[in-house]
């Protein structure tokens, strides 16, 4: 299945992460399609209480694997796990 222009990308992240309520400003996340391109967000933003991370996608993705990257920090930023702290890379099978 390929995702179309305006579909989302939904992460929930574990107990021990803090997530910032609302939009962010892109820099954490980053998409790339089967190909390793890029793929065009146009927004990306979290809710606190459920420390889930939603990516709205600004063009469509053809399936395939799609890679998910997160940038945490461990002790501020919009998304902070003390305990590990660095850059997540998700695979997400797509086809």
């Known amino acids: 299945v390929a995702l179309a222009g305006s579909d989302t990308i939904v992460i929930t992240f ?15 996340a980053t998409v790339k399609d089967k190909d390793d391109s890029i793929v065009a ?7 606190a209480t459920t420390r889930i991370v939603t990516i709205t ?4 993705l053809v399936a395939g694997d799609v890679t998910v990257t997160i940038l945490t920090t461990g ?4 998304i902070t796990n003390p305990t590990a702290a660095g850059v997540y890379a998700l695979t997400v099978k797509t086809n």
């Open 41 to 47: 967000l146009t927004s990306i933003g979290g809710v």
């Open 14 to 28: 574990p107990d021990n992460t803090t997530v910032v309520d609302g939009a962010w400003n892109g820099d954490e």
């Open 75 to 78: 002790t501020t930023g919009d």
């Open 57 to 60: 996608l600004a063009a469509a």
